[in-house]
């Protein structure tokens, strides 16, 4: 599926900015419109997004017709037929609920969900087994009466650590006879006691933490535009090369949905920055939105000569015409 940036998705913001109103925060408050767009939020500090609706609620799509709302997760249990869960993780589970409000009889809306967690909106795994089936397939066309509503259990995966923290859903739902998708955004908590934070977040806007404007910033810093490249990760050599991944951290500044991450990654080696890779990192696929004033996290994979590491390695990040350069030595 594919979301374009045209009036329904402005109508989905303006809709989703009525339902959502003033809702309290359940775990932490936006701290405030993040990068270049200073007027991009004008919630209170314990307000969500203007655009995200807290779990529970249910919000119209946008060319009207349904109404989706997503409960809040449960953790819960898996049988046998599982797939896709990593070891040490656990499951937690929603309900996406579709009401047909046209008073007709109409094709449910083509939807993916994608859920963030954390501080750094890192990606949940998708689980499926014979209870949490997810979302009809692709184009299964299946039709509601009016006043009906369709039930889907959607479950994922996260990391233990996870639990307690914010977790925020993307809903891409495209409309029978509609070109262009609605993007919905949901927000609330992850089930369970909140730990140590796995990683420190963004600072907040404007705040003293980012580095300067034009500085060679180490991995793991921000940038003033709250991105971030964290320090490199080396696996066994092998044919003369060495993999390696890095993750690529981002925040939608816009107060409209940001369009993938947007970002070109130049990784070099050695004092004399010998080019060892370009990559275009992507979402979950390549032009999955990020919520308003909320982060993305991607896991990059490249490669490097075993003859430049141990050794310095340079990544430069091309974001919207910005040069953004980090560096550090790697082993």
């Not at 989905?12 to 767009?37: D, F, K, N, Q």
């Not at 909140?194 to 580095?211: I, K, L, Q, R, S």
């Not at 490249?302 to 910005?322: I, K, M, N, R, Y």
């Amino acid at each position: 599926m594919r979301s374009t940036r045209g009036l329904a998705a402005v109508i989905a913001v303006a809709i989703a900015t009525l339902s959502a109103g003033c809702a309290g925060h359940p775990s932490e408050g936006a701290a405030g419109t993040p990068g270049r767009t200073p007027a991009a939020s004008a919630a209170a500090p314990d307000a969500l997004p203007a655009g995200v609706t807290p779990l529970g609620r249910s919000v119209p799509v946008a060319a009207q017709g349904w109404n989706l709302g997503l409960a809040p997760f449960t953790e819960t249990n898996t049988g046998a037929s599982a797939e896709h869960v990593p070891a040490g993780w656990v499951v937690v589970r929603t309900q996406a609920r579709f009401n047909n409000t046209s008073g007709q009889i109409a094709q449910l809306p083509d939807t993916t969900l994608t859920v963030r967690y954390g501080s750094l909106g890192r990606q949940a795994a998708p689980v499926k087994d014979a209870v949490l089936t997810g979302l009809p397939a692709h184009n299964a066309a299946v039709r509601k009466a009016p006043g009906a509503t369709f039930t889907a259990e959607v479950g994922v995966a996260i990391p233990p650590q996870a639990r307690g923290q914010r977790v925020t859903v993307t809903a891409e739902a495209t409309q029978e006879g509609m070109a262009e998708a609605d993007d919905l955004f949901f927000e609330g908590t992850l089930p369970g006691k909140a730990g140590a934070a796995e990683d420190a977040g963004p600072p907040a806007p404007g705040g003293t933490e980012a580095a300067s404007a034009g500085a060679v910033l180490p991995f793991g810093a921000w940038s003033p535009d709250r991105m971030r490249v964290s320090a490199i990760t080396l696996g066994p050599a092998k044919n003369g090369m060495r993999p390696a991944t890095a993750d690529l951290t981002v925040i939608n500044s816009e107060s409209q949905p940001r369009t993938g991450a947007g970002i070109t990654l130049r990784v070099m080696t050695g004092a004399g920055l010998k080019d060892a890779a370009a990559l275009t990192p992507g979402l979950d696929y390549p032009d999955a939105p990020i919520a308003p004033a909320r982060p993305a996290t991607v896991t990059v994979h490249f490669s490097l000569p075993t003859t430049a590491v141990p050794g310095p390695v340079t990544v430069e990040a091309v974001d919207q015409g910005e040069h953004i350069t980090f560096s550090g030595t790697v082993s």
